[in-house]
T-cell receptor
Framework: GQQLNQSPQSMFIQEGEDVSMNCTSS?????WLWYKQDPGEGPVLLIA?????ELTSNGRLTAQFGITRKDSFLNISASIPSDVGIYFC?????????????FGKGTKLSVKP | EAGVAQSPRYKIIEKRQSVAFWCNPI?????LYWYQQILGQGPKLLIQ????????DSQLPKDRFSAERLKGVDSTLKIQPAKLEDSAVYLC???????????FGQGTRLTVV
């Protein structure tokens, strides 16, 4: 089946640094989404991308939908301690009645004050 | 707007026992998903409902897992009998009709001993 490869698996950075993570797939997707999951909570949607080449920002977060439709990246600028968590990419294709999301394994972000 | 509600938050059972989880999606959301998230992994789809019908249950271990959404609103997921490898967080999510972005509940953490 479809699989998403996220990298890096984990990052340990200093507060104030910028962060970059990416997600690649062997299959194309129509939509890419980025979620953040805090310990003991469900994933929370950060950014959704709907068109190849699209670049979208949400505060300090910027994400892009790759031209090939097989990849996406997420950047976080000027990281702060509350950015700590696990970031998941998810790809969506329409199938059946509506399709569903395929998730990567996540990038764990740790921020040192 | 109330989010996706799940209960219980935590459950510990012995192997071969049965367990049930409950989910109430965001009001008006037609599509409901159950995901299984094993520690260190991304969520994996178990079953997708569109109103009260099953759209995709291809990854549901049907010999022990069952789910229903009888009135097209809330849903229950049951495991009977549980195995050690069922220890995971069970996440419920919903999307509006035609939507792609899934909204997640807090999840139920199941430990099978």
């Amino acid at each position: 089946g479809q699989q998403l490869n996220q990298s890096p698996q984990s990052m340990f950075i200093q507060e104030g640094e910028d962060v970059s993570m990416n997600c690649t797939s062997s299959s194309i997707f129509n939509t890419w989404l980025w979620y953040k999951q805090d310990p003991g909570e469900g994933p929370v949607l950060l950014i959704a991308l709907y068109k190849a080449g699209e670049l979208t920002s949400n505060g300090r977060l910027t994400a892009q939908f790759g031209i090939t439709r097989k990849d996406s990246f997420l950047n976080i600028s000027a990281s702060i301690p509350s950015d700590v968590g696990i970031y998941f990419c998810a790809g969506h294709n329409y199938g059946g009645s509506q399709g569903n999301l395929i998730f990567g394994k996540g990038t764990k972000l740790s921020v040192k004050p | 707007e109330a989010g996706v509600a799940q209960s219980p938050r935590y459950k510990i059972i012995e192997k071969r026992q049965s367990v049930a989880f409950w989910c109430n999606p965001i009001s008006g959301h037609a599509t409901l998903y159950w995901y299984q998230q094993i520690l260190g992994q991304g969520p994996k789809l178990l079953i997708q409902f569109q109103n009260n019908g099953v759209v995709d249950d291809s990854q549901l271990p049907k010999d022990r897992f069952s789910a229903e959404r009888l009135k097209g609103v809330d849903s229950t997921l049951k495991i009977q009998p549980a195995k050690l490898e069922d220890s995971a967080v069970y996440l419920c999510a919903s999307t509006p009709q035609g939507g792609v972005e899934a909204f997640f509940g807090q999840g139920t953490r199941l430990t099978v001993v």
